[in-house]
Structure formats: structure tokens, C-alpha cells
């Protein structure tokens, strides 16, 4: 297809997504402005079909190209200008595509795509030339072997590599492994004592003090490490300045979710960025699976991933 790089490369990539999509893993395509390669076990009449039938390739390509590695590239430098990541940062000790799936949706994010969009393709000029191919002014032609210029597109180039996205369930099943086994403080009301720091999949359905005998157990984050005797002042009548009102009130609220919701409060309080006031949001819903009740906490997740850059 002498149709230009732009233009190529947009159809290109957009053939390897649905390609990705349909057979479920990763689709090698090079491009350059007089062809398109695809390494894919797809015959090629249902590569002419999909070209044939091309539609919404802007949609099909804001989804697919946050898994390569152009999206990456570009998503670094962004990154940079928005002062999300350092320009001194070691990037062997960056997981990128960890740091694009906490900021999806961002004005980062958002920049990157448009960038993409804007330089690397053309997606005018591209569905015009699938409005050719449908009303064959451009044909496409099936034949074996290379032709001379075929044979020249395989010299080495650069590969880039569209992938599936991660299958649903194993998406949640390893969110759920990793909040199972999220470590949370638990702390008695009644008395004051710290009963231990615990994996979320170790605390019983309904939690007690193995000193007074205490139902009103508090959850909070492993790392605060004062709780006890922020409770033990209270208790005594002490004044408590700003801060530890703040933290028993936190302890507080928590222990009154156990209280209703038992283990599941502490399951809800083990998710990043989730605290008492999200997580009895989200144990007001009903949910008869547990899976239901992860995929609400992987939500929230989500959203807290997506708004914190913007909290004060």
C-alpha cells in the first residue's frame, strides 16, 4: 500500500488489534510508507475482510495502543513534562505500565494519546483509503510468495508489538491474591491494645480482643504505628491534638464497620487509597459473591489512582 507511513502505520496497527483481539495474543506488524507486514496465523482473506469492513478505527486504536510500546515512549516523556516522573529517575527501576494503568484517564494520559494521534497517525486519511478499498478504486489482491518489493520489506526494522489486554478474571484473581494478602493493624477501642498486624485473609469474620473480650476492633494501615496509644490517651481522658483526632476517628468509624461487616471491612481497608469513608460506600452495596465485592474495591482502586495527582 503506497499510502504514506502515517497512514499505513494507522492501518496497520489498527489490523494487528483486531487481529490481537481475535486471537488472543500478541501480533508482530512493521510498517513503512509503501507496505504493512503482519505476522499472524489469520489467512489472508480474513485480513482483506477486516480491511473491507474497517470501522471505528479512532475507538479500536485508543484501546489497543495503551499496551505498545510507542504509548510507552511517548507516555515517558509526557510523564516528565507533567513532572509525574523525574527526569533524574533510574528508569530500571520503573514499571511503566504499572504508572499508565494508575494514570488512565489522567490529563497525562490524555496528552500522550493526542500526541500519538495528532503525529504518529492519520485517521482522516486512513478512513478515506478504506472507503477506497470498499468501492475498489483501491484492489487488494491475494497471490503467494514475495514480489521484489515485498522482499524488501523484510529487511530488520524496527517490531513493535500490540497485545491482548489482560484477560478479566486473571485480573482479578491476582487483585485478589495481592489484598488477601495485604498486611492491616488491628487495634482494641475498649482498652487500647494492639492485637497484631495481620494478612487481611487471616482475620476472622468477626474479630475480638484476646484481652478484655472486646467486639470493637479498629483496622487501619500497618504503618500507623501510634493507634494504641492514641486510644490508650483517649481512654484515659487525655487531650488529643488535630492529628490524633483525626487517626481515632479513622480507628473509630472503622470499628464500627467490623462491628456490621466484619472481615470484609478489613478486606476493603487493605485496597490502596481506600479508607473508612470509601469502604462503607462500598459495603452499603449488596453483593452475594465475594468476586462482586473485589471487583468494587478494584474500582475503587481505580478512581483513587486516577484523581490523587490532583489532591492537595
Known amino acids: 500500500m503506497c ?6 502505520d494507522t492501518l496497520g496497527r489498527y489490523l494487528a488489534a483486531m487481529i490481537a483481539a481475535h486471537e488472543g495474543r500478541a501480533i508482530n506488524v512493521k510498517t513503512d510508507p509503501y507496505r504493512i ?4 496465523g489469520e ?24 499496551n505498545s510500546q510507542l504509548f510507552k515512549n511517548r507516555f515517558l516523556h509526557v510523564a516528565r513534562r507533567f513532572g509525574i516522573i523525574s527526569k533524574t529517575a533510574e528508569m530500571d527501576r520503573i514499571n511503566l505500565g504499572k504508572i499508565i494503568s494508575h494514570y488512565h484517564g489522567s490529563p497525562a494520559y490524555n496528552e500522550t494519546m493526542r500526541e500519538i494521534l495528532l503525529e504518529k497517525m492519520d485517521i482522516g486519511e486512513s478512513e478515506k483509503t478504506i472507503e477506497k478499498i470498499r468501492t475498489n478504486e483501491i484492489r487488494i489482491t491475494i497471490q503467494p510468495g514475495l514480489s521484489y518489493l515485498g522482499e524488501l520489506g523484510l529487511t530488520p526494522r524496527h517490531i513493535d508489538v500490540l497485545k491482548p489486554g489482560m484477560p478479566e478474571e486473571e485480573i482479578l484473581k491476582a487483585f485478589k491474591n495481592r489484598i488477601l494478602n495485604t498486611y492491616v493493624r488491628l487495634a482494641c477501642l475498649n482498652c487500647g491494645a494492639h492485637l497484631e498486624i495481620k494478612q487481611a485473609k487471616d482475620i476472622d469474620d468477626q474479630p475480638e480482643c484476646s484481652s478484655c473480650g472486646s467486639i470493637l476492633i479498629s483496622c487501619l494501615h500497618r504503618n500507623q504505628r501510634d493507634i494504641s496509644r492514641i486510644i490508650k490517651k483517649k481512654i484515659s481522658k487525655k487531650p488529643l491534638n488535630e492529628e490524633e483526632k483525626h487517626i481515632y476517628k479513622e480507628a473509630q468509624r472503622s470499628a464500627d464497620m467490623i462491628i456490621a461487616y466484619g472481615k470484609r471491612t478489613c478486606i476493603c481497608l487493605a485496597g490502596r487509597g481506600i479508607g473508612p469513608e470509601t469502604a462503607s460506600r462500598i459495603l452499603s452495596m449488596l453483593y452475594d459473591t465475594d468476586d462482586k465485592l473485589f471487583r468494587a474495591i478494584l474500582e475503587a482502586e481505580k478512581t483513587f489512582a486516577r484523581t490523587k495527582i490532583y489532591w492537595k
Open 43 to 66: 489467512s489472508p482473506e480474513h485480513v482483506k475482510k477486516l480491511l473491507e469492513s474497517a470501522d471505528r478505527i479512532e475507538d479500536v486504536l485508543r484501546l489497543a495502543l495503551e
Open 3 to 8: 499510502t504514506g507511513s502515517l497512514v499505513n
Open 37 to 40: 507486514i503482519l505476522e499472524t
